[in-house]
Structures are given as structure tokens and as C-alpha cells.
């Protein structure tokens, strides 16, 4: 994407203020960089903590790769926030399915500019007890099927021990490593052709998803659930701040500052 004089010159004084910051707090190691598209593409990571997006915002930006997140409407109007997001081209997505249509069409712009998106497939901080990927929402799935864009699976690990889940402090020692690996991109040819209804929309975002905890398998070990995640069937908010309270399944609809996609 051909970025403007205003949107660089921002992205540099971002950067000189976080690339320190993030190597301060924690180790990084990233695996699979070679994968990274020359052109446009959608990158669809797991999501555990709320620095998820500088974990993957330093690796994609170390690579020459401008970061575009699908961003919270509601931090645009946020003092200083709002006006790095706007200079930098961010995306702002509301809840309204017409909202979040609009927001996808400029996303679409970007990528067939030769830009990066970073979409959050499940939408916000998963609600998995054992923080894998949950099941996710057909934004990205939308868009790839829709105008060819590749999806880029990636999953990180550890960036949660630095700041956990819903933590208001940063546990920075004993040092921790955040561990990225990017993914080839997700085979969606199997859909080409077929009807964008809900069925379609769902078995591809549940490919996308199948990619990313596999790369997250990888990086963790363990064995992810048989059965992923899902708010709905355990009483949970799909969007929002989760918070446990005396047990699984109850909790707050206090807003959270997440970044991610919006398409449901």
C-alpha cells in the first residue's frame, strides 16, 4: 500500500515509542516470516491478551509491512489515541452490520493496494479456558472469498505471561519470550464458485481457524480441544470485557479495547 507522507512520518513516531517498549518487556522470536505475500493480504492471528496487536503490529512492521487493524469505533474519539489511529489509516468498526460493511470495503481498498490487514477472526479476547482460538466470526472469510485476498494465518505465545488476560499490570520478570509464527497461506480454493450464504462463510472461517490453532499447537504443544470454543453455547457475550466471577460462564459487558473483526 502506498502509504502518505502524514501516515509514514506517524508510523515512525509509533514506532520509535513501542519497538523499544515491546523489546523491553519481552524476548521475541518469529518463525515463518519468509511466507509473508509480496502483495496485499489479510492476516488472521489468535487473540489472548490486549497487546496481542503490538506483537503482531512490531513483527509485520519490522518487515516493511504497514500494520492496518480493524480498530473500535469508539477509540477514534479517544484524546491523542484517535488521532495516531486516523494518521496511520487504521480502520474504524462498528457493531452494525452496516457498519461493519462499510468498514470491510475500505479493509478490501487497502489490501488491493499492496497493504496488510490484521483481522481477529474470533472478534475479541477468546473466552477458552485455556486461551486457544475460539470459535471465530466470517469477516475474513467474507473478504478472501470475495475479492481473492489471501489469508495469512499466524499464532503467538507468551506475550499472555507478560500481560495476562483482563490484567491491569505487566509482569515483565523474570523475562518472558513471545513467540510468532506465520503460516502458509489458508487453501480456500474448495469454496470458489459457491454461494456466499452462511454454510459456506462458516466451513471457511472454520478452515481459517483450523490454521491458526494448528500454528498455535505448534508453538505451545499440548492438544487444542476437540470442540472449539463457543460464547454463545456457554451463556457468554460474543464482545466485551469477560470477566469470571465465582465461575465459568458469568460475567460483564464492560467494553474492551480490543482490536479485531466485526462482521457479526
Known amino acids: 500500500m502506498k502509504e502518505t507522507a502524514k501516515s509514514r512520518i506517524t508510523f515512525v513516531a509509533v514506532a520509535a515509542l513501542v ?6 518487556l519481552m524476548r521475541k522470536q518469529w518463525i515463518g516470516l519468509e511466507k509473508l505475500p509480496a502483495g496485499g493480504f489479510i492476516a488472521a492471528p489468535n ?11 512490531h513483527m509485520l512492521y519490522n518487515q516493511k ?7 473500535k469505533a469508539g477509540l477514534f474519539k479517544v484524546p491523542v489515541l484517535g488521532f495516531v489511529l486516523r494518521a496511520t489509516k487504521q480502520i474504524p468498526v462498528e457493531r452494525s452490520s452496516a457498519g461493519a460493511n462499510r468498514s470491510l470495503q475500505i479493509a478490501k481498498e487497502v489490501v488491493n493496494e499492496g497493504g496488510s490487514i490484521i483481522i481477529y477472526p474470533e472478534g475479541t479476547l477468546t473466552r477458552d479456558p485455556g486461551l486457544w482460538p475460539m470459535k471465530g466470526h466470517t469477516g475474513a472469510a467474507r473478504m478472501a ?8 494465518p499466524m499464532a503467538h505465545w507468551g506475550a499472555h505471561e507478560v500481560l495476562p488476560r483482563y490484567a491491569k499490570r505487566f509482569h515483565i520478570f523474570p523475562r518472558k519470550t ?10 480456500l480454493s474448495a469454496f470458489a464458485g459457491r454461494p456466499l450464504d452462511k454454510a459456506t462463510l462458516t466451513e471457511a472461517t472454520n478452515v481459517i481457524m483450523e490454521a ?11 492438544q487444542p480441544p476437540l470442540v472449539r470454543w463457543d460464547p454463545a453455547a456457554h451463556h457468554q457475550s460474543t464482545h466485551g470485557r ?16 480490543n482490536l479485531g473483526d466485526s462482521d457479526e
Open 65 to 71: 509491512r504497514m500494520p492496518h487493524f480493524l480498530a
Open 178 to 187: 513471545s513467540r510468532l509464527v506465520v503460516g502458509d497461506p489458508v487453501d
Open 145 to 152: 472469498l470475495e475479492s481473492g485476498i489471501p489469508v495469512v
Open 212 to 222: 491458526i490453532t494448528e500454528l498455535l499447537a505448534s508453538l505451545r504443544g499440548g
Open 19 to 24: 519497538r523499544p517498549a515491546m523489546n523491553l
Open 47 to 57: 487473540h489472548c491478551t490486549e497487546i496481542d496487536p503490538l506483537v503482531v503490529g
Open 242 to 257: 469477560f470477566v469470571e466471577r465465582g465461575g465459568a460462564g458469568s460475567g460483564s459487558a464492560a467494553p474492551e479495547e
